[in-house]
């Protein structure tokens, strides 16, 4: 356990071609310049997640907007297919009053009736026959 410790230590020394060189022991400033720069780069992996996490998010908003505006299109579709179905049923229902307004205006006109045709042995008869007209109010 304590080898694995030392192994995750940084350690002062490195090797160049096979020889060991010791490191120069950092200065207090370039210690701190170090913990700076340890910082800034803990710091930017940090932004790197967050950015990921925003593209993520991003991506989900502009799908669910995808999502939403071909819904709201086939919505539309429908509203049109709709509105035609009633436009056409108005159609008819007109077409039909209409219809039925002409027939009751021939069903009910004025009815003429003849009666009382003898035959007579002059030319023209006279009087040739009856008329009568009449109505119906019921």
């Avoid at 060991?20 to 800034?40: C, H, N, T």
């Avoid at 593209?55 to 999502?67: E, I, K, R, S």
């Amino acid at each position: 356990m304590a080898d694995q410790e030392q192994d995750n230590e940084p350690h002062s020394f490195h090797t160049e071609e096979g020889a060991v060189i010791f490191d120069k022991p950092l200065s207090a400033a370039e210690k701190g310049r170090q913990k700076r720069e340890d910082e800034q780069h803990e710091f930017a992996r940090q932004q790197v997640i967050t950015n990921k996490r925003l593209a993520w998010f991003t991506g989900a908003l502009v799908f669910a907007t995808f999502c939403t505006i071909v819904v709201g299109i086939w919505q539309g579709s429908v509203s049109q297919k709709s509105a035609n179905a009633a436009k056409v049923a108005g159609e008819t229902a007109q077409s039909s009053l209409t219809q039925s307004i002409e027939s009751f205006r021939t069903d009910e006109r004025a009815w003429v009736v003849i009666g009382k045709i003898e035959k007579t042995s002059t030319f023209p008869p006279d009087p040739p026959f009856d008329l009568a007209l009449r109505t119906r109010l019921s």
